[in-house]
């Protein structure tokens, strides 16, 4: 598939600077950012692992805090350290 592709010449002096460190070709570099940024955005609208198994985790209740003491120090840093900033 053919495709005309225009670029500024600030996108161009970038484009030369990195084909020519990474001594790969401009094609190669156009190829390689668009299957990137391509997959990325695909990886962004697919469904998060929590939302595929939402009805397996429970409704949102959190965990109660352990009763003996080591695990509830541990808990309770933990819990301070990741708490909601509402």
Avoid at 16 to 45: F, G, N, P
Wanted: positive net charge; aromatic residues 6%; glycine residues 4%.
């Amino acid at each position: 598939m053919s495709l005309n592709l225009f670029l500024t010449t600030e996108e161009k002096a970038l484009l030369d600077q990195v084909s020519r460190q990474s001594k790969r070709s401009q094609e190669d570099l156009i190829h390689r950012s668009i299957r990137e940024y391509c997959e990325r955005q695909l990886k962004q609208t697919a469904p998060s692992s929590y939302e595929l198994g939402r009805d397996l985790f429970g409704a949102g209740h959190l965990a109660d805090a352990p009763t003996d003491p080591v695990k509830r120090q541990i808990w309770e840093r933990l819990h301070a350290k990741h708490r909601r900033l509402d």
